[in-house]
């Protein structure tokens, strides 16, 4: 059994490590939104169809976010077979959170239609976070008294 000033030092650390996953998941966030639109205005530039433009901004955009997001935000090695389906299953499950709660805001409260688009964006980037976070791109495996070293 660990003693408990190891367990509160691996719950700190814990945290830590989340928080610091967090915030490179955002900036991963930011880039991987001026690459997706990127993509959309330059093929609308050039003349292509606007819903092929957008579903091609997407599919670079998915690209870029799993590439960084599983090196950078969250340093995993985790297989791309296993890792890339629960990514996108991660997202879709955040996606389907964030119609959720701009649906219950649009309908059953007050807030207008820009404010509930920014509070369910935030839904979207926390459950698409914790989705990463425990499914696709999860720790490694502890050690066998439960903590790191």
């Given at each position: 059994m660990p003693s408990?000033?190891?367990?509160?030092?691996?719950g700190?650390?814990?945290?830590?490590?989340?928080?610091?996953?967090?915030?490179?998941?955002?900036?991963?966030?930011?880039?991987?939104?001026?690459?997706?639109?990127?993509?959309?205005?330059?093929?609308?530039?050039?003349?292509?169809?606007?819903?092929?433009?957008?579903?091609?901004g997407y599919a670079v955009g998915i690209s870029v976010s799993y590439?960084?997001?599983?090196h950078f935000s969250f340093r995993s090695r985790k297989p791309d077979r296993t890792a890339f389906p629960l990514f996108v299953a991660s997202l879709g499950i955040a996606y389907l959170a964030n119609v959720l709660v701009l649906f219950l805001l649009l309908r059953f409260s007050a807030v207008n239609a820009y404010?509930?688009?920014?509070?369910?964006?935030?839904v979207y980037t926390l459950v698409g976070f914790l989705g990463c976070r425990l499914f696709a791109f999860?720790?490694?495996t502890e050690d066998p008294e439960g903590c790191p070293p």
């Open positions: 408990s000033s190891r367990l509160v030092a691996f700190l650390r814990t945290v830590a490590r989340n928080l610091a996953s967090f915030g490179r998941y955002l900036m991963v966030g930011c880039v991987n939104t001026i690459v997706g639109y990127g993509v959309i205005f330059a093929l609308l530039w050039a003349g292509f169809d606007p819903y092929l433009s957008n579903a091609c590439i960084l997001n599983k404010l509930a688009q920014i509070l369910a964006g935030a999860p720790f490694k």
